[in-house]
């Protein structure tokens, strides 16, 4: 009995530590799929920016202000992610692209998130700025109807919306989702 024992506790041991390094590998490739998923997020904007610029270089202070906006809103969505994944990892839900990146965010997150990470306001805050001077735009109407006019049925504009759509699949496909 006394060497079935240590046997015993040795076995749990090593089962404890498989379950735990299987558990930090699926935290990884959940870290490395968002990680992904944002950059491509990021490209998508630059290119999207780049462009409305070349259609139309008058319209470049608006698409820059988007484009900024879109990486504030990127890079705050990043700071979120990596709270959960530090202390909510359970409310990751890695089955489907959309639920993955659009995941649950509270008040409550964001108080606990200011308490533990002093940049999270700092992101916060230069989300709202890049808003304001996003929405201040004085031709944003033009500049919606030049793209739905003129950029979204280009063939340039479907060719990057299909490279950046293939990218997401790819994406998806490397992380094991719908």
């Not at 340039?156 to 719908?178: H, N, V, W, Y």
């Amino acid at each position: 009995m006394s060497t079935f024992r240590p046997t015993l506790i040795s076995m749990f041991m090593v089962l404890c530590l498989l379950v735990n390094m299987g558990h930090a590998t699926d935290l990884q490739q959940t870290r490395s799929t968002m990680d992904r998923y944002l950059t491509a997020q990021s490209h998508w904007q630059d290119n999207l920016a780049a462009l409305l610029i070349k259609n139309k270089p008058e319209f470049t202070a608006t698409a820059n202000a988007q484009r900024d906006h879109q990486h504030a809103l990127i890079a705050l969505k990043r700071a979120r992610f990596n709270y959960l994944i530090a202390h909510h990892p359970e409310r990751l839900d890695t089955g489907e692209l959309g639920r993955f990146s659009n995941f649950t965010w509270s008040e409550a997150d964001t108080e606990s998130a200011k308490a533990i990470d002093a940049g999270y306001k700092a992101l916060e805050e230069q989300v709202a700025r890049s808003r304001a001077i996003n929405d201040g735009q004085p031709d944003w109407e033009a500049f919606r109807h030049n793209f739905r006019t003129e950029v979204a049925p280009s063939e340039e504009f479907k060719l990057e919306l299909s490279r950046f759509q293939a990218e997401l699949e790819e994406i998806k496909r490397d992380g094991g989702m719908k």
